[in-house]
């Protein structure tokens, strides 16, 4: 954790009684070990959250560990290709592929201790190693993605490793799946203290995105995600050139790339041929600890989009509302659950609806405001840190409810 910020510097942002809850649940974990493993130490929402809520179980004196798998381009290529398909698109998995995943599984598994009482491990990639879970530790499977509607031989593949966990969570109820573990529900958070949301001021601001040749003479409509089809970067595109026709305007498309998804280079590729040479088009391939930018890019902009046409949460509507601005998302996954149409934003379903609601908001500049205040309220109390913390601490006590509990 960032010097001088504690758990008791969240009393005065958090909802009232939150933080006294954090302690009375770590009281009763005291002691216990905690071990998360996933596929990226960057790049995309479960790094974010991870990096953020680690210090504070250790800080809280439940000795958590975070291990991070190492794969192949084989394995990475495979993975990516899971996380489609069980997003819902058609994919080719051959044979090679499902033996490279079991061989990444067990070579990661030699190496990595598991020695902990609850073990966290999130997403597909990592699945494999429920052989390893010691007798008495609780192991929970967290799926952080869109898997209504998976493609089945994935999923039945993945089955046959989940059915073996304690438990799973989903960030969303209609995520839940016919698996005969108990399932369990925790939406992600933002950690309103961090680089990436902390307040700035307008002259940071403004220093930390000089950089990138912004047009400062007329309002921005930001997007912040990793080039990923799913995000819909070129469908941003189309909706802001519909927009352009009336509104002057910027559009800034903002992304990197995570280690563990092979796409991001093709579609920042098909991006920037599609962007062609509108120079108030600004496409930003950011470094991963480009937080500080990403925070005064969310506040510089008037505007947020997070046009998903799939999505399992999506921490960057939550970022831009903690922001104070309105954000227009596809009504997908958890973009429909952060936003409340026509009160902390609007979600869309086409092109055409996105470029009707960007305009409706740039002509109405109090509605604007007002959205963008009850977006961040919204905000506060549903998806904070300290909510989530209070989420994983609750679970743990009822997952290790031994008799000393
Ligand atoms: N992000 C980032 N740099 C980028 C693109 C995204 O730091 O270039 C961050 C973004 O601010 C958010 C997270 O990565 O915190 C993305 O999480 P989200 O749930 O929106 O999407 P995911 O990438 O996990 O699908």
């Not at 990096?51 to 190492?70: C, K």
């Not at 220093?207 to 941003?236: A, C, E, W």
């Not at 800034?252 to 092979?262: E, I, K, M, N």
């Not at 005064?296 to 601005?325: D, I, N, P, Y």
Request: aromatic content about 10%.
């Amino acid at each position: 954790m960032a010097k001088n910020i504690t758990l008791d510097s969240y009393r005065e942002i958090a909802p009232r009684g939150t933080v006294e809850l954090i302690y009375h649940l770590a009281r009763r974990l005291k002691g216990k070990s905690m071990l998360h493993v996933n596929s990226t130490r960057f790049g995309g929402g479960v790094a974010e959250m991870l990096h953020r809520l680690i210090p504070f179980f250790n800080d809280l004196e439940i000795d958590t560990r975070w291990e991070v798998m190492e794969g192949t381009p084989l394995f990475y290529q495979t993975t990516k290709c899971f996380h489609n398909a069980l997003q819902g698109d058609s994919q080719v998995i051959t044979p090679e592929m499902f033996n490279e995943y079991k061989k990444v599984n067990h070579k990661n598994a030699r190496r990595i201790s598991f020695d902990s009482d609850i073990a966290i491990i999130h997403d597909p990639q990592p699945a494999g190693f429920i052989y390893k879970k010691p007798k008495k530790a609780k192991w929970l499977w967290r799926c952080h993605i869109d898997a209504s509607r998976p493609q089945r031989k994935v999923w039945n593949f993945l089955k046959e490793y989940v059915s073996g966990y304690d438990g799973a969570i989903f960030s969303l109820p209609n995520f839940a799946q016919k698996i005969d573990i108990p399932q369990f529900l925790m939406y992600p958070s933002i950690d309103p203290l961090s680089d990436k949301n902390r307040e700035l001021t307008p002259q940071e601001v403004e220093t930390l995105i000089s950089p990138y040749n912004i047009p400062k003479d007329k309002p921005m409509i930001l997007q912040v995600s990793r080039f990923d089809r799913f995000k819909d970067p070129v469908g941003v595109i189309e909706a802001y050139k519909i927009v352009k026709k009336y509104n002057d305007c910027s559009l800034v498309l903002a992304g990197g790339s995570a280690t563990d998804d092979p796409e991001g280079a093709a579609v920042l590729n098909e991006v920037l041929a599609y962007a062609s040479k509108d120079p108030d088009i600004i496409i930003l391939n950011l470094p991963p600890d480009a937080n500080l930018v990403i925070n005064a890019l969310q506040r510089a902009a008037t505007v947020v989009l997070q046009k998903s046409v799939k999505e399992g949460f999506g921490l960057t509507v939550a970022e831009a509302m903690w922001k104070g601005k309105p954000v227009i998302g596809g009504a997908v996954g958890g973009i429909a659950v952060q936003i409340i149409y026509g009160v902390t934003g609007f979600t869309v379903n086409s092109i055409e609806g996105c470029a009707y609601r960007i305009r409706y908001l740039l002509n109405n500049p109090e509605v604007l405001l007002d959205m963008g205040q009850k977006a961040k309220e919204y905000t506060r109390r549903n998806f904070l840190i300290t909510r989530h913390l209070c989420d994983y601490l609750g679970l743990m006590v009822h997952m290790l409810n031994d008799n000393q509990l």
